[in-house]
């Protein structure tokens, strides 16, 4: 298993630019994550999914976007890129909700 | 919803001491404590974890204790070595009505010297 991967791994993006993150596992969870890590920061979550179909909103939200059509994918939308959203992007899943496996990450710069 | 405080932010100790990592968690719904590592350029790994009902868990030279009443917990590294220099997060949930989401304190970054 290739577990949870994530691309690109590095991005620089213009203001007001857009781009999607994408997330894939391929161990069949049901739940799945995106956070992001500032540096000198813990994790905050952005938003997560319990199944195909199904998403919520986490603790940072404002500026992202998510869909969740399959199992394995999860991909993250950011629509007009601010500095703010420069950050660490990490991608997790999990099979009961408690063990997440966190993707390598995607380090995204906003000039 | 909860609030998980992680103490230090910073820790050094020399190869062969111990290390000790404490948080704190405001909601006394939560029940499900995991650790994870965070090696540099990585994502975090899970290394143990422990549930309301154990008081200490023990995996080698990795421990983490609960105290429910305090509502706080702890990691222990006994024996530390170079390769456990990362940062250390913890966290919190409450399986009965937050499931699958994981609450995260700010992180330790441990540094051992040889």
């Known amino acids: 298993n290739a577990g949870v991967t994530q691309t690109p791994k590095f991005r620089i993006l213009k203001i007001g630019q857009s781009m999607t993150l994408q997330c894939t596992q391929d161990m069949n969870h049901n739940y799945m994550y995106w956070y992001r890590q500032d540096p000198g920061m813990g994790l905050k979550l952005i938003y997560y999914s319990v199944g195909a179909g199904i998403t919520d909103k986490g603790e940072v939200p404002n500026g992202y976007n998510v869909s969740r059509s399959t199992t394995e994918d999860f991909p993250l939308r950011l629509e007009l890129a601010a500095p703010s959203q420069t950050s660490v992007y990490f991608c997790a899943s999990s099979w009961t909700g408690e063990t997440q496996y966190f993707g390598p990450g995607t380090r995204l710069l906003v000039l | 919803g909860e609030n998980v405080e992680q103490h230090p932010s910073t820790l050094s100790v020399q190869e062969g001491d111990s290390a000790v990592i404490k948080c704190t968690y405001s909601?006394?719904?939560?029940?499900?404590f995991p650790w994870y590592k965070q090696e540099l350029g990585k994502g975090p790994q899970l290394i143990i974890d422990?549930?309301?009902?154990?008081g200490e868990k023990k995996d080698q030279r990795i421990a983490v204790t609960l105290n429910k009443t305090a509502k706080h917990f702890s990691l222990h590294i006994t024996e530390t070595q170079p390769e456990d220099s990362a940062v250390y997060f913890c966290?919190?949930?409450?399986?009965?009505?937050?499931?699958?989401?994981?609450?995260f304190g700010r992180g330790t970054q441990l540094t051992v010297w040889p």
């Open positions: 422990i549930r309301s009902n154990v």
């Open positions: 966290a919190a949930v409450d399986r009965g009505s937050t499931l699958g989401r994981l609450y």
């Open positions: 909601d006394s719904a939560s029940n499900y």
